[in-house]
């Protein structure tokens, strides 16, 4: 069965740029999507068909997919951006989730 | 507006038939562009994927569990009924269920754009 790695986390200071990548067998010939979810609460789409932003999120978050990796991008990184990050596919009409990484802003 | 609710027993014992409800609003079942997923969070860990159906009633399982997945929707009531039997302490989880959206007849772009709140379920005897 297809899978998607993760990190299991990332750090990164207040304001700079955060990286997250999702890793996956000719991951660019699909779609990818990125999920937020803070703190006991419902994951959030942040990014879907690899770079497009939902009305809502800020610009600062982005996306990019090529080869076998996406990567969700989030510049000057706020406070209010730590969460746990899920990648996101669709193999065939199954759904695939990576195992998430945990941003810390520090 | 759109709104999904999960519902069902907060605890079930081991063996027993868990059965879930997703009852939701603000767009139809049989809407071509939106179907129903099912994903489920153990404490502390990452999301899984559990089950999807279409508006068209076609239907997808998680390939580890679909022995023990049965997804159904009355479109009428505006629910998706999810059934997974045979429970273990480790499905003890909360369980979410979400919208997805197709944004094109072809729907080769589909996420999930809404989720419910999510309803623990603990597996204990």
């Known amino acids: ?106 | 507006q759109v709104t999904l609710k999960e519902s069902g027993p907060v605890l079930v014992k081991p063996t027993e038939t868990l059965t879930l409800t997703c009852t939701v609003s603000g767009f139809s079942l049989s809407d071509a562009r939106m179907g129903v997923t099912w994903i489920r969070q153990p404490p502390g860990k990452a999301l899984e994927w559990l089950a999807h159906i279409f508006s068209n009633d076609e239907k997808s399982y998680s390939t580890s569990l679909k022995s023990r997945l049965t997804i159904s929707k009355d479109t009428s009531k505006s629910q998706v009924v999810l059934s997974m039997t045979n429970m273990d302490p480790v499905d003890t989880a909360t369980y979410f269920c979400a919208r997805s959206y197709c944004t094109s007849g072809s729907c080769y772009v589909r996420y999930f754009d809404y989720w419910g709140q999510g309803t623990l379920v603990t597996v204990s005897s």
């Open chain 1, 1 to 106: 069965s297809y899978e998607l790695t993760q990190p299991p986390s990332v750090s990164v200071s207040p304001g700079q740029i955060a990286s997250i990548t999702c890793s996956g067998d000719k991951l660019g010939d699909k779609y990818a999507y990125w999920y937020q979810q803070k703190a006991g609460q419902s994951p959030v789409l942040v990014i879907y068909q690899d770079s497009k932003r939902p009305s809502g999120i800020p610009e600062r978050f982005s996306g990019s997919n090529s080869g076998h990796t996406a990567t969700l991008t989030i510049s000057g990184t706020q406070a209010m951006d730590e969460a746990d990050y899920y990648c996101q596919t669709w193999d065939s009409s199954t759904v695939v989730f990576g195992g998430g990484t945990k941003l810390t802003v520090l």
